[in-house]
């Protein structure tokens, strides 16, 4: 007699559904931490990834203002308005970059400016006060920032970053 092994028409009791129904929730419930862990892992990720981006722009920006500009605080950074009196300018090398690093809370504490002489002319005198065109200008932004994955965060409370751009002086001012 051939064994049938079909049984289309046979139904589970309900004490079967209730035991695969609380099977699948406890699956549930060991999967969904890994689950959101990875979640807040790509969160993290991408904040990191925009934070350093955005310093990356505020320290070519910084640069950018200082290669004409070596003025370095303000109380803005108001690059359309020429500076007439240099006792109160409207754009600063530490302002711009501030302002730059969008949401982020930078403060000119956070940005550290340097001279240097380049390195055709290393006898050109570069310093804070006496400056040439041709010196190289360096703007260096330091951040700080704390990761919203709890079990990251408890490995790392604090992740670093710091970037640096540096360019040459063209015109001397301030």
Request: proline content about 7%; some cysteine.
């Given at each position: 007699?051939?064994f049938?092994?079909?049984?289309g028409?046979?139904?589970?009791?309900?004490?079967?559904?209730?035991?695969?129904?609380?099977q699948?929730?406890?699956?549930?419930?060991?999967v969904?931490?890994?689950?959101?862990?990875?979640?807040?892992?790509?969160?993290?990720?991408?904040?990191?990834?925009?934070?350093?981006?955005?310093?990356?722009?505020a320290?070519?920006?910084?640069t950018?203002?200082?290669?004409?500009?070596?003025?370095?605080?303000?109380?803005?950074?108001?690059?359309?308005?020429?500076?007439?009196d240099?006792?109160?300018?409207?754009?600063?090398?530490?302002?711009?970059?501030?302002?730059?690093?969008?949401?982020?809370?930078?403060?000119?504490?956070?940005v550290t400016?340097?001279?240097?002489?380049?390195?055709?002319?290393?006898?050109?005198?570069?310093?804070?006060?006496?400056?040439?065109?041709?010196?190289?200008?360096?703007?260096?932004?330091?951040?700080?920032?704390?990761?919203?994955?709890?079990?990251?965060?408890?490995?790392?409370?604090?992740?670093?970053?710091?970037?640096?751009?540096?360019?040459?002086?063209?015109?001397?001012?301030?």
């Open positions: 007699m051939p049938d092994c079909d049984h028409d046979m139904e589970l009791s309900p004490a079967g559904r209730r035991r695969s129904s609380g699948a929730l406890a699956e549930f419930a060991l969904f931490p890994v689950l959101v862990l990875i979640l807040f892992g790509f969160v993290d990720l991408a904040r990191f990834a925009f934070a350093y981006n955005n310093l990356e722009n320290a070519r920006s910084g950018r203002v200082a290669a004409v500009n070596q003025i370095q605080t303000s109380t803005g950074c108001s690059r359309d308005t020429p500076i007439v240099t006792s109160t300018p409207t754009w600063s090398i530490k302002a711009c970059t501030v302002s730059e690093a969008v949401g982020l809370n930078l403060t000119n504490a956070d400016v340097g001279y240097a002489p380049p390195p055709s002319q290393p006898t050109l005198g570069c310093t804070a006060g006496n400056l040439h065109v041709g010196c190289l200008v360096t703007v260096t932004v330091n951040y700080s920032m704390t990761p919203l994955t709890p079990i990251i965060g408890q490995m790392f409370p604090s992740v670093s970053m710091t970037t640096t751009s540096q360019s040459t002086i063209e015109r001397v001012f301030g």
